[in-house]
């Protein structure tokens, strides 16, 4: 590594009431994965903002081999040779896999002005490939599931034949082996001098990937350093400025009384086959497995979203089968969803609005809704959840990730809901962020709430939960109790189907 191939220094950004990246100095070396951390709100995303000029600098300046730079739009920076992936996805739901990696530059037969599909359908096959992934090209978007969408926006940056790569939590919903597939072609990309800005949450990552680390924190830089000089607890505690002795909180709880219980349910599709599980008051239960295990498709059903071919599920023994959404969370039940921004919040309406949604006609039984109110529920849930926000009425997609995973906990905890499905409720948030969830849930069972926890994380099942559900190929395969954890014998399950010594 001689020479940077992109350098800044000096870096300002500036909105209202926020100095959100004050003088930043940093650099990207040709053939290197530099990695980008910090809680939400410390600048990392403004910073990848600035590359790609998304946000224009109001001071500093930004060097490209050398060469002074600044670019008004992604357009340009794309025509520079730095592509990237978003943590939120930017695909076009209705088309396919090949129309969305080549949107607006389809390839065209010499001559004719006829769109080569072919040509364009091989070149997509190359580069999911190159990740590992078998999804079928021709399916809309809509119908993937996240991981899959993720991979392919890998795909759509891989396209371009970048000189720089800006990865935004480019694992945040893939499974391991999709994981250790990205990373192999990770590897790849920095063994043909392509730079790459990793921006992940993911502590175990940061090792397995990096070669240099900087921190961030409140929009300043605290240090850069090189990953093999510093440990992890040395590494948090530059992230949040503090100590951290416990990640993992989950007090020892004697949880009893059933609640939710599901009985051999099956959908129409085939994705979720004679499932049973069962939730106790005062537990939390977990339920891991690969992408495509049927976990969310499970929670949809329970939740109402989508009707079972098959089984029942009874709150404290009244059928709920054939409830709506709207009747389930009547209820008691919540669903804090993997996908918030689609699916868990109205992301241009006021933080306000978003924490009464559910609970309007419980707050307003009259109907007549108090702006005055409005704010002050909210306000309280701000305050006790720390949503970083100068105001309760600002829109939410103004938020960071972690933040606008609170705004939707809010929600439920406005509701007063007894139940709670958390699926990924730490996706794509920082270790700060993290810890004060874990600490929520683990209030949150103390208090006597039932809650089945969706993740993809397997270090945070095993820290959180009291029971541990195992999925594959759309079935329970093994149910294990807190005392029996085997975290290998747990992966073993969840890859091969194999019975467990656990």
């Not at 497995?289 to 023994?317: H, M, N």
């Not at 294990?480 to 656990?502: F, L, P, Q, T, W």
Request: proline letters at 3%; hydrophobic letters at 40%; aromatic letters at 6%.
């Amino acid at each position: 590594m001689d020479r940077p191939i992109l350098r800044m220094k000096n870096i300002c950004k500036n909105f209202p009431g926020v100095n959100a990246l004050n003088q930043v100095d940093f650099d990207l070396y040709a053939g290197e994965v530099h990695v980008l951390v910090g809680e939400n709100g410390a600048g990392k995303s403004t910073l990848a903002k600035c590359i790609l000029g998304i946000y224009q600098l109001d001071e500093g300046e930004m060097y490209l081999e050398d060469k002074i730079v600044s670019f008004r739009n992604p357009k340009m920076a794309l025509d520079n040779g730095i592509a990237a992936v978003y943590q939120e996805l930017t695909l076009v739901p209705h088309l396919n896999a090949v129309q969305n990696i080549y949107l607006n530059r389809e390839q065209v037969i010499k001559g004719t002005g006829i769109i080569n599909k072919k040509k364009m359908l091989e070149e997509a096959k190359k580069y999911l490939s190159l990740l590992e992934c078998d999804i079928d090209l021709k399916t809309p978007i809509k119908y993937l599931d996240v991981a899959e969408q993720q991979i392919i926006e890998i795909a759509k940056a891989l396209s371009y034949n970048p000189k720089i790569i800006i990865l935004d939590e480019p694992t945040s919903s893939l499974s391991e082996r999709e994981i250790y597939a990205l990373f192999k072609q990770i590897n790849k990309l920095k063994a043909q001098g392509i730079g790459i800005i990793y921006v992940s949450h993911r502590m175990q990552e940061y090792t397995r990937i990096g070669d240099r680390i900087t921190v961030l924190r409140d929009g300043k830089l605290i240090k850069t350093i090189p990953k093999s000089e510093i440990s992890e607890e040395a590494l948090v505690k530059l992230m949040v400025g503090r100590d951290i002795s416990q990640v993992y909180v989950r007090t020892p709880n004697n949880y009893s009384g059933e609640v939710l219980k599901v009985c051999n349910i099956s959908d129409k599709k085939g994705r979720v086959n004679n499932c049973s599980i069962s939730v106790s008051r005062g537990e939390i239960a977990g339920m891991v497995g690969l992408v495509g295990s049927g976990r969310t498709e499970l929670a949809r059903l329970i939740f109402g979203i989508d009707k079972p071919s098959s089984g029942q599920v009874f709150l404290k023994e009244k059928n709920i089968t054939k409830k709506s959404p709207a009747e389930i969370v009547k209820n008691g039940i919540g669903l804090l969803p993997e996908d918030r921004r689609r699916f868990g919040l109205a992301i241009k309406a006021p933080i306000a609005w978003n924490i009464v949604a559910v609970s309007l006609k419980k707050i307003f039984p009259r109907g007549w809704i108090s702006e005055k109110k409005n704010r002050s529920i909210a306000l309280k849930f701000i305050d006790m959840l720390k949503i970083a926000t100068p105001d309760a009425l600002r829109p939410v997609f103004q938020l960071s990730g972690g933040n606008q995973q609170k705004v939707v906990i809010s929600k439920w905890l406005s509701a007063n809901c007894d139940i709670m499905i958390f699926d990924e409720p730490t996706r794509g948030i920082d270790v700060g962020a993290k810890m004060e969830i874990y600490n929520l849930m683990d209030k949150l069972a103390a208090e006597g709430k039932a809650i089945l926890m969706i993740s993809s994380e397997m270090q945070e099942v095993i820290g959180m939960t009291d029971r541990l559900y195992i999925m594959k190929d759309g079935k329970i395969i093994k149910e294990v109790h807190r005392s029996k954890y085997n975290i290998e014998e747990i992966g073993k399950a969840m890859v091969v189907g194999e019975d467990m010594k656990c």
